[in-house]
Every structure is written in C-alpha cells, then in structure tokens.
C-alpha cells in the first residue's frame, strides 16, 4: 500500500483508526476458547465488526508466539482473512524486530513475503543495517520504534546527545531514520502519553505517517494527538486495542467492539 493510498483511504472512511489484535485467549469469551482456533475465530468477528471504521490492523505478535506453533498458525489465518476480505486495509504486524544482516532479511522475508503483511515495527538500536532489509520491499513499510508510550521509555529515549546541536535520543532516531528510507516506506512509533512532543516530532518529520498507541487504556486522547500531530495527509494511525477488542466479553462482544470503533472513528472525522 502507498502513501497516496492509505491517504486516500483515511479520507474515505473519515477514520485514521489502527485496530490492535491484541488478542489474549484468557481474555476472550469463554464460548470461544473450546474453539480449534480460538485466536482466529475471536479476530475474525471483531475485523468483520470494526472494518468499517478501520484503515490498519495491528496484530501483535506475542499474543499469538506465546501459544507456540497453533496460535503462529492463527495469526497467519487472521492476516491471511484481512487480505482476502478487506485488501484496502494495511495489516501491520506488531514484532518488533530488531537484528541485523541475514537474520533481519530473514525476518522481513518471514513478514512480508510468507505473511503478506504491510507493514512491521521494528526497534532501531542496532542501527540501518537492522531496518535495510525491510526497506527494500518495495510497497512494505518500516514502523520504527521512536518515542513510546510506556513510562520507562526516559531510560533512554529521552536521554539527552550532546554535541554541535544537542538533541534527545528519540529525536536522532527519528532524524536519521528519516534519511534511511522516505514518507513512502517509513513510519515512526509515538506514544499518545506524550502529546506534547508531537510539535517537536513534526519539525522533524513533517510528512511521515506515525503510529500512535497509547490511546484508551494507556490514557492518551485522540483530540491531543490529532491538534499537534495532523498534517495535511493526515499522517496518523492511532492505534486502540484493548478498549475496543474487551468491549465486552460476553457473546455480544463483536457489537461491543464495532460500537467503540465507531465512537472513536466518528471524533477522528470530525478532526480530518
């Protein structure tokens, strides 16, 4: 998927939602976890409720690694159903990789050639020679981590660089991954616990698109993200997870879901 065409896609729908499939099969309904494929049937139903108000999709992949070779499988069948059934959504797979030389090739070769995914987060310490090979897939996209929304991120991500031109971590990262890739196959990770800084952000990164957690649970507020963070393409994704997916955890869970959605899709709008 292009720049033009998740652009495009957002202003169709009026929603810049990212639906985190954080899927916990302790946390779904129990009619569900007599399942085969509990994970996938779970997803299944909140893709189908939420696609209207939704342009990503973001599973994370631990919830899926956690229950070894079967939920592996059911995150390759949620993908796999997010492709057939709603190709217009970008799919972006929440790994959080971070190695370097043919074990990162292996790795993008595993998400976006096995997978089909549209795009993967990864953590940039390593430096270009672990981002590199994801950024030559043409139409794929590099989220990489820069400022996040857990408190402990000012272990290091705020730590000031001294030098000509002093700066904080997270805004090196976000400098000179810019130079490693364009606003065509690169987006950055920032926290919505931290709105302040999306001002900052934007004097570097003007045009990129950033994904956004920390929005519900975590406490951010899609009016704050959206007053520092817009640009003329938009250039967000904020994503929501647990508010929307654990809506409900009863047999009327889908709805629940889809309702959440639609009340966080209908603020974003309003904001386009």
Not at 14 to 26: A, E, K, M, P
Not at 28 to 57: G, M, S
Not at 83 to 108: F, S
Request: aromatic share 10%.
């Amino acid at each position: 998927m292009t720049y033009l065409q998740l652009s495009n896609e957002i202003r169709r729908k009026g929603s810049f939602l990212c639906v985190g499939l954080d899927t916990d099969v302790r946390l779904i309904p129990e009619h569900l976890r007599k399942c085969e494929y509990p994970l996938f049937e779970f997803n299944k139903a909140i893709i189908n409720a939420t696609a209207p108000y939704a342009v990503a999709f973001k599973p994370n992949t631990a919830f899926y690694e956690a229950l070894g070779g079967n939920g592996w499988k059911q995150l390759e069948m949620t993908v796999s159903f997010i492709k057939e059934h709603y190709p217009e959504t970008l799919v972006i797979a929440d790994a959080k990789r971070g190695d370097i030389g043919n074990t990162a090739g292996m790795y993008a070769r595993c998400f976006f050639e096995n997978m089909n995914c549209d795009a993967v987060t990864l953590a940039p310490y390593m430096g270009e020679d672990s981002v590199r090979p994801f950024l030559d897939y043409e139409g794929k996209w590099s989220v990489i981590l820069a400022l996040t929304s857990n408190s402990s991120a000012e272990d290091f991500e705020t730590l000031a660089i001294a030098g000509k031109h002093p700066e904080q971590l997270f805004e090196k990262v976000l400098r000179t991954a810019s130079g490693w890739g364009s606003k065509e196959n690169t987006m950055f990770v920032v926290g919505a616990t931290r709105p302040e800084r999306f001002v900052e952000i934007r004097a570097i990164c003007p045009d990129h698109f950033l994904l956004v957690p920390g929005v519900g649970a975590q406490g951010g507020s899609v009016d704050e993200v959206a007053r520092y963070g817009l640009n003329d393409h938009c250039g967000l994704l904020i994503n929501s997870s647990r508010n929307i997916i654990y809506a409900s955890d009863g047999e009327n869970f889908a709805k629940s879901a889809a309702e959440e959605a639609a009340n966080l899709a209908s603020k974003m709008a309003l904001l386009l």
